[in-house]
């Protein structure tokens, strides 16, 4: 399919469609450059940009000086604008990290000097009938808490689609199912060799998340070694009266920032992650031990959680480099190439400003970034906001009405839509990030079939070529269900 693309030159090649690679590729798309992106994947946002935790952080937890805090900062302050240009549902919701006795009280005043050091607004510490007030189902042994106003949540698939569409609408070429398999230096630039196709580039971004030192390694760089630092997660169903209204952290260890229980931009509760350093970068498999441990600290922090039901669980893993920052910039080894390494969190918080640095480092280069007079900022959002009046009907003939996903609202339309847009759709999966349908308490056996007829009838796709994750995937990854987390909760909460 690709073939046609050998030869062709381009000015900046992308590797990697996470939500780094997709700021970067939305924001060169403002100018007048050949642009091509390379994604593995079927599908944008399948490695740690679709599992994690979704929090646009404040910045507070990130030590002065370092890239990761002035990236975070800047990154955080971009949200609302990108929001109101590419509508995937960011919301601004706030945040507290709680202290339980009086020495985590001192890690909160050091917290707090931090941010501020680090430029964080409007940061404090709020104790007794405030937190009580602010958020009355925090458990009431906490003692004080650290109130952040500029910390968020925001659903990281949807935003990186959103970026997606949108580049690829102003130019970006992006080849799903392109792995990168050769990188070689020539006089004038790269020449980059996939399984289907050979194109070459003047520039190369490395923004291959948990690949980044093997995609540096092929072209001749050996930096650093990336290794994956799993997080587990709970997914709970939605209350009926906010659980939460912001996010709520525990104090930080040297392993992260905790386990967290939040309200997700769609309504559910999330429970998680904790951190273990395992083997295998594929690996996003749940077990007990890791949901106990979460189950354990969640209702450590709000009681109240293990009376909402388990819908399902799942894992995300952190790139981990071993350093203290990130490293961003143009290789010493490659000329030509920049690399992105280490992008933990806040990676996505940091995202958008990423992005904006990636550009000036190329234009003092001396890549000449012409602003595209034809460039257009807006996407539409896929998910429709369905107020009190709205009437769904599973028989209904009008797709606007009909629904196709009952747990979560989903009709025929938003999926029609979702899939005539800029990007290839052909998993299940992919409209489940695209939609919702599939997300709800009962996990696709209801919508599954529907899915499937619908992609089917638009695509052309025959519903046995219409699988979960897309051809060629890897095998569903072991994952606790609903019924098992239930259990691990009940043990939890009484014991
Ligand atoms: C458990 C967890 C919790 C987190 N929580 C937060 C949070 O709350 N807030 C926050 O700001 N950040 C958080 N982060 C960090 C954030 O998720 C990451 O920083 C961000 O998603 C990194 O995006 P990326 O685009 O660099 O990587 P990825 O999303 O992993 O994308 C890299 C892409 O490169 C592709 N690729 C790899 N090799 C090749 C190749 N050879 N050819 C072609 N394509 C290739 C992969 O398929 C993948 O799609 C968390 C991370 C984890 C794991």
Redesign the pocket.
Known sequence: MTSDLSGLTYDVAI????????NIARELSRYNLRLVW????ND??????????????GGFAERPGTVRARL?LEGNRMFAGLENQLHFGYQPIGSLVLAFADEEVNRLEQLLGQGQANGVEGLEIIKGERLRELEPRVNRQAVAALYCPQSGVVS?YEM?IALAENAVRNGVRLLLG????SISRGADGFTVV?QNLTLTCRYLIN??????D??AE?AGDRTVRISP???QYVVLSKPASPLTHSVIFQCPSPLGKGVLVAPTCHGNVLL??NAEDITEKDDVGTDEAGLRAVIRAALRSVPAAGNLQAITSF?????YSGLPDWLIGFSERVPGLIN?LG?????????PAIARLVADMLQQDGLTLEAKGSFCEQRPPIIKKKDRSFRGDVNATDPQRRLICRCEQVTAAEVIDAVRRPLPVTSTDAIKRRTRAGMGPCQGAFCRPRVVELLSRITGLRPEQITTRGKDSPPLPARLAGSQLKKLIDDETTG
């Open positions: 590797i990697g469609a996470g939500v780094v690679g997709a390379l994604e593995k994947e944008v946002s399948c490695g740690c940009s679709k599992a994690n935790s979704g929090i646009v952080h975070c990281p990186t392109t792995e990168v398999l996939c923004a291959a998340g948990l690949y980044s093997r995609v092929l630092r799993r997080g998680g992650p894992a995300g893993n952190r790139p992105l992008i933990d969190s806040p990676g996505l918080t940091a995202s």
